[in-house]
């Protein structure tokens, strides 16, 4: 092999990393992305590999369909502006470019913290007790209690299945953020508001949620989280196969924990820009609870 090809080779094989990168931080699977972008999964599973010609209009289609641009997914180099900014902040703690970020966002008008910390939203994968708790600690503060997926619907008139299927994932998140700001503005004296799992790996939309919402990491183990899902009876995103009796086959099990991982190795990093971090792991649900009003801000009292 030349050096040319080999550098060729480097390139697909880095290109197919980041392709399967996204697509687990989206949470979807390979079928859902190629019928999203068309694209066959036969092609998807050559490049994820390093395999295959691939050209500008597929790699288009792909970051279409996980809502990203073309130049993220080849990561393009920045502005040189951005660059020196990113520098600069680059030597910052994480206490400090949380002050940074509000910082920027109110002199340049790019966010909305006013009564964010009474504004509550839950983040985290399926099974870590987003609804229960988020139910709990509403009630307890005689605040509303919002479930986001819920809010996109009536944003978009229809189901998540039907939004998805008529709109896909950029339609999908564009309701997403619309219905965000609404909820912020509908409950500005404040709420509880439960978030779907891959809302972090939406860059434009997390910053959003967290210039308006105080935002808390409800953290399980993926054992923990699978156990949650399967009792839930809602396997949603992980692909698995049910035998006749309806039961999830023992290998499908397998398959789908490790799924899950990979789904949380991509956002960890992520969830972790939370505001408060609530591990649920081994806790009984009045525990829990408990755990997270002592991470939320004290309730404001009325004038």
């Known amino acids: 092999m030349t050096e040319s090809e080999q550098g060729a080779r ?49 790699l288009e289609a792909a970051a279409r369909a996980l809502n990203i641009s073309i130049l993220e997914l080849l990561q393009d180099a920045p502005r040189p502006a951005l660059v020196r900014v990113q520098g600069l902040l680059g030597r910052l703690d ?5 002050q940074a970020y509000m910082l920027l966002g109110s ?19 399926r099974g870590a007790g987003k609804t229960t708790l988020g139910a709990q600690l ?29 709109h896909g994932q950029a ?3 564009r309701y997403e953020r619309r219905a965000l700001l609404r909820i912020a503005e509908d409950h500005a004296d404040g709420v509880v508001m439960t978030t779907g799992g891959s809302i972090v790996s939406e860059r ?4 959003l949620l967290q210039s308006r919402f105080y935002c808390v990491w409800l953290k399980a183990s993926p054992e923990e989280h699978m156990s949650r899902v399967v009792a ?18 023992q290998g499908a099990m397998g398959e789908a ?23 649920t792991a081994a806790r009984t649900a009045r525990q829990s609870l408990k755990d997270l009003e002592r991470a939320v801000p004290a309730p404001t009292t009325p004038n």
Request: negative net charge; hydrophobic residues 40%; charged residues 30%.
């Open 94 to 98: 994480d206490g400090q470019l949380d």
């Open 232 to 249: 839930q009876g809602d396997m949603r995103p992980f692909h698995t196969t049910r035998g006749e009796d309806g039961e999830i086959a």
């Open 10 to 58: 480097t390139t697909l094989v880095e290109l197919g990393a980041r392709v399967r990168a996204w697509r687990a931080r989206r949470g979807m699977t390979r079928k859902a992305l190629a019928a999203d972008s068309g694209l066959s999964e036969r092609f998807l599973a050559d490049v994820e590999g390093g395999k295959g010609n691939v050209s500008i209009y597929s």
């Open 107 to 125: 002199t340049f008008g790019l966010g909305d913290s006013l009564g964010r910390e009474q504004r509550i939203a839950l983040i985290g994968l």
């Open 171 to 173: 339609g999908y998140r």
């Open 204 to 207: 434009e939309t997390f910053d």
């Open 138 to 166: 509403a009630a307890q503060r005689g605040l509303a209690f919002v479930e986001l997926d819920r809010e996109i619907e009536r944003e978009a008139g229809t189901s998540m299945n039907e939004i998805l299927l008529l």
């Open 257 to 279: 924990l490790d799924d899950l991982r990979r789904i949380l190795a991509s956002r960890e990093a992520l969830y972790a820009r939370a505001d408060a971090v609530v591990d």
